[in-house]
């Protein structure tokens, strides 16, 4: 069965600095995608970045970065310039071919003025 | 705003008592996927429809049902509710049922079961 542990419940960052999250990932399959997911104080959830297996390439878009490195099963997300706008709960998310997704814990993130 | 919504958004009951949640998927999109996010469980997968046709089932407890109607809107069936049921519900739709397709997430309804 697949697996996403985020192992980091709470992180803080200042305003205007760069944050890391951190995701782990345990699966069988050879091709899948991962995601991170942004869910807000208002609890909508917004997809942040998206990154298909086979592409050795890092995912980015805009302030948001990720790092996968598929041997080691990892899927980091790096948030750039870090806005006040960003303080969320952040969720690493896998999908498997059926198409389910496989949530971690979720990681809060405040950003300080 | 994704294109999903979902009604109502707030619920509250009493245990034993049976909810319906109900989803509007995106237009054009043919599955819906429905998700739990509780404070015990955090977010989980219940189920997945495909053009009216249940395609994936994942923790979905016995007293929950659902379906997907021919217009495609889709209904959670909660029934004998206890109080752990409390918790974030979520619909989801993408274009197709395969993998690999950006699921859109409605913005939740809420039951509090007390």
């Known amino acids: 069965a697949q697996t996403v542990t985020q192992s980091q419940p709470e992180m803080s960052v200042q305003e205007a600095e760069t944050v890391t999250l951190s995701c782990t990932y345990d699966?069988?399959?050879?091709?899948?995608?991962l995601f991170w997911y942004k869910q807000p104080p208002s609890r909508q959830m917004i997809l942040v970045i998206r990154?298909?297996?086979?592409?050795?390439q890092n995912a980015t878009e805009n302030r948001f970065s990720v790092n996968f490195q598929k041997a080691a099963k990892s899927f980091s997300l790096k948030i750039s310039d870090s806005q006040l706008g960003d303080t969320a709960m952040y969720f690493c998310?896998?999908?498997?071919?059926?198409?389910?997704?496989?949530f971690g814990q979720g990681t809060e993130l405040s950003v300080k003025p | 705003d994704s294109g999903v919504t979902q009604t109502p958004k707030h619920l509250i009951t009493a245990t034993g008592q049976r909810v319906t949640l109900r989803c509007s998927p995106r237009?054009?999109?043919?599955?819906v996927y429905w998700y739990q996010q509780s404070l015990d469980q955090g977010l989980q997968f219940l189920i997945q429809?495909?053009?009216?046709?249940?395609?994936a089932k994942g923790n979905i407890l016995e007293r929950f049902s659902a379906q997907q109607f021919p217009d495609l809107h889709s209904e959670l069936n909660l029934s004998s509710l206890e109080l752990g049921d409390s918790a974030l519900y979520f619909c989801?739709?993408?274009?197709?049922?395969?993998?690999?397709?950006?699921?859109?997430f409605g913005p939740g309804t809420r039951l509090t079961v007390l």
């Open positions: 998310a896998f999908m498997n071919p059926g198409g389910k997704l496989i």
């Open positions: 429809y495909y053009n009216g046709e249940e395609r």
């Open positions: 237009s054009g999109d043919l599955s």
């Open positions: 989801a739709s993408s274009a197709r049922s395969s993998s690999y397709n950006e699921q859109f």
């Open positions: 990154q298909e297996a086979y592409k050795q």
């Open positions: 699966t069988s399959e050879s091709n899948y995608y």
